[in-house]
């Protein structure tokens, strides 16, 4: 998808970009407590929830850090206090899309899932991340087919990129610190006594409380990974089923609403931002089986379609923005301790296993 950048100004004169370095100076920059975040890959869905109205797979904050201006004589960006080697810079950059992803199986619904959320630093296979978010996708209704197909659009604006170092020496959050000191080492060889199946009915088991819950309770609280980069601002996503063994053609007004539009037209943001999902009816095809439009950012827009409301929609972001794209490591990257980066991949293949999933590793051996 191509983005190009473009002026937007406000109703004080300002263009976005400015006030947003006005922000950073300050300190005062909303969405940023997501950056060091836990994240779980097999509950995530980029796309976000239609329930929650936010990406599912986040959890508990694990990382503190604080933003400060450094004013040394020849560097005034903004720089982590507490972390050294981490950094902000103003992203501004926003255009409609007239790109369409068609999503023909269950498995491309993952790949799509993974377009917004990069997991790398691991040896998870693409066959487990966002892989109860699909299975959830398709018991609520998301019927593909070679004839049922899903079309997936997304629209973003961005505002700004934060990134940590992903082999930092962080600050910890208490929780995560108790959370962590529980931890025990040889996760394999407790897991010979403590099943999967014994751990399912009782986690307090005798030989499941001691090593093997500490860590499923770290990965409920924390999920399997951590934000180390996000780009924060709006997405727009709009969702169609189409049937395609019928016939349809799109109306004018709606193929000029696809159409690839640079967005210049300035408009005063003139609503409090949050983030929503609105349900589409404009769609004229009789071969759609359901449309809607996912808002990440901004404020709800109730009707994607029309030009003026996508614009004051981009005009709302900056003052509820939300993170759009992330890039994910593995909490095992946060470990001081090798015996417990070690245990790590044995207590993921554990938990992958309870909730009904396998990992295949072999397969990047493979590939190596």
Not at 67 to 93: E, H, N
Not at 249 to 270: E, H
């Amino acid at each position: 998808m191509v983005l190009a950048p473009v002026t937007l100004a406000t109703k004080h004169g300002k263009n976005i970009s400015s006030e947003l370095k006005s922000t950073i100076t300050q300190g005062k920059i909303p969405a940023m407590e997501y950056l060091g975040c836990g994240y779980d890959i097999l509950y995530g869905n980029p796309l976000i929830d239609d329930g929650s109205l936010v990406d599912p797979g986040y959890r508990n904050p694990i990382i503190s850090f604080t933003l400060t201006q450094y004013r040394g004589k020849a560097r005034k960006d903004p720089k982590y206090a507490s972390v050294p080697g981490a950094w902000i810079r103003p992203l501004v950059s926003c255009r409609r899309s007239s790109e369409r992803t068609v999503v023909k199986s269950m498995k491309d619904y993952q790949k799509a899932l993974a377009v917004d959320s990069e997991v790398g630093f691991g040896s998870i296979d693409d066959s487990v991340k966002f892989a109860l978010s699909a299975g959830y996708a398709e018991s609520a209704g998301i019927n593909l087919s070679k004839t049922r197909r899903l079309h997936i659009q997304r629209n973003y604006c961005f505002l700004l990129e934060a990134a940590l170092p992903v082999n930092g020496q962080y600050a910890f959050k208490k929780s995560f610190e108790i959370a962590v000191s529980l931890l025990t080492p040889n996760f394999r060889t407790s897991s010979e006594t403590c099943t999967t199946i014994r751990y399912s009915m009782n986690p307090d088991h005798p030989d499941c409380v001691e090593h093997v819950k500490p860590w499923m309770n770290l990965f409920e609280l924390f999920g399997t990974h951590f934000t180390y980069n996000i780009k924060i601002g709006g997405r727009l996503t709009e969702l169609e089923q189409v049937n395609a063994s019928k016939s349809g053609k799109r109306s004018n007004a709606q193929a000029k609403a696809r159409a690839d539009i640079q967005v210049t037209k300035s408009v005063a943001a003139g609503s409090v931002g949050v983030d929503g999902t609105k349900m589409s009816n404009n769609s004229n095809m009789t071969n759609v089986s359901f449309s809607y439009v996912n808002v990440l950012g901004g404020s709800p827009i109730g009707n994607a379609d029309d030009e003026d409301e996508y614009l004051a929609w981009i005009h709302s972001i900056p003052n509820n923005p939300m993170p759009i794209r992330s890039q994910l490591a593995p909490l095992s990257k946060l470990f001081r301790s090798q015996a417990l980066k070690e245990a790590y991949d044995d207590a993921m293949e554990f938990y992958m296993a309870l909730n009904g999933l396998r990992n295949y590793p072999e397969k990047k051996e493979a590939t190596k």
